[in-house]
């Protein structure tokens, strides 16, 4: 193990694991953030003058405090090096030839023109563990294309499944197949560094934005296939989005004998399930504009917390619809300790931490987000690598 970590990090699973990472943006960095956060050692392999494209996501903050960036590459170290210059690229060769992972998430074909492909790895060091991530897989009719999250969205039918056919067609505004992605990445590295160890043998790892987008919709996706039948959890009839007096609400109409009946008391209206328009599921799908209108007027009676309390009192699961500033706020977060806080180079960080809460391995900062090739000349010693 290199001597930059601090002593919290022999505490750590991962410790003595050594990573050479090409991703950049966020399915490999979300992967790799997660790897360094449990004491693997990152090497972040950067593009000489410009980085990562995170370090500049938004112009008002770019720099080396850009909070895109920190959020996704704390704990790495970054070497700068340009991969269009032979010297650089057989620098990258001898440490690889040393590590037990390298991670990149370029298009298809990239990293083979670099003469850096899995065949090409392999031969350097046949233990290594390569893992790929691409927008729909290194073969077939899509894998030269340009992948991106929201595509994938859009490709693998989560898009197109609205909670009310007459919402438009929209962007999910987060990222969920860029973080899934990451993490079955995460999954992949770690179950190829156990087979290692129980093998000797090292292998490559694949994963897609496409594969994950279409494996966190398995429960739909079998049914299509073995029932010829559409699931839409969003679209129950007891579910939703509903206005109160000062700010939504969600509901969830589920896992009791008979919801319909307890929303009912908690909204003090006569009880809905005794309308045979109502009386059961298959009844309430078919009326279900008429029933979600009386739940709607209903709730538009009261304030937001005056339901939350009367639905949680029937048991009724149920949430406020908040900002990601009240999130942030709520003593929830704070007792989950998933706020991460530290010095940077520039400004105090403040960062969510890793959701993997281990009990003998807990997370820290141990290396801020490094400056564009912060740790160049530093690295090159450890291997022993004449920087130019």
Avoid at 22 to 49: H, N, W, Y
Avoid at 133 to 152: C, I, M, R, S, V
Avoid at 154 to 170: E, H, N, V, Y
Wanted: hydrophobic share 40%.
């Amino acid at each position: 193990m290199s001597n930059h970590n601090h002593d919290t990090a022999s505490s750590l699973p991962l410790t003595g694991i050594r990573v050479v990472d090409f991703s950049q943006v966020m399915m490999g960095p979300v992967c790799t953030q997660t790897l360094a956060d449990f004491g693997a050692d990152v090497i972040k392999i950067e593009r000489m003058g410009a980085g990562d494209l995170s370090r500049s996501s938004f112009k008002q903050v770019a720099g080396t405090d850009n909070p895109i960036f920190c959020s996704l590459n704390r704990n790495k170290r970054s070497v700068a090096l340009d991969l269009r210059n032979a010297e650089h690229i057989a620098q990258v060769k001898q440490m690889i030839a040393e590590v037990d992972v390298v991670v990149n998430n370029f298009r298809s074909g990239v990293m083979e023109r670099l003469g850096l492909g899995y065949d090409d790895c392999i031969q350097l060091n046949p233990t290594i563990i390569y893992a790929v991530g691409t927008g729909y897989g290194e073969t077939g009719p899509h894998a030269h294309k340009g992948g991106q999250d929201f595509l994938a969205q859009a490709l693998s039918g989560t898009m197109m499944r609205k909670a009310d056919p007459s919402f438009p067609t929209a962007l999910y505004p987060t990222s969920p197949a860029d973080y899934a992605a990451g993490m079955h990445m995460v999954q992949g590295i770690l179950l190829a560094l156990i087979h290692r160890t129980k093998t000797g043998q090292g292998q490559k790892v694949n994963v897609s934005l496409y594969d994950s987008m279409l494996a966190m919709q398995m429960q739909e996706a079998a049914m299509v296939m073995m029932a010829d039948s559409e699931v839409n959890w969003a679209a129950m009839p007891l579910c939703g989005v509903f206005e109160t007096q000062d700010g939504p609400l969600v509901m969830v109409g589920a896992f009791k004998e008979n919801p319909l009946r307890n929303i009912c008391v908690a909204l003090g209206i006569p009880d809905l399930s005794a309308d045979p328009k109502f009386s059961d599921m298959t009844a309430q799908f078919k009326n279900k504009p008429e029933l979600q209108s009386i739940l709607r007027k209903a709730f538009l009676t009261g304030s937001r917390s005056h339901w939350l309390d009367r639905l949680d009192g029937q048991d009724i699961l149920c949430a406020p619809v908040r900002d990601m500033r009240e999130a942030l706020s709520d003593p929830q977060t704070m007792e989950n300790q998933m706020i991460l806080e530290g010095p940077g180079e520039g400004q105090q960080l403040k960062l969510i931490s890793n959701p993997v809460h281990l009990s003998r391995s807990p997370v820290s900062l141990r290396i801020p987000p490094p400056r564009l090739g912060q740790h160049t000349e530093e690295v090159m010693a450890e291997f022993r690598v004449k920087a130019t």
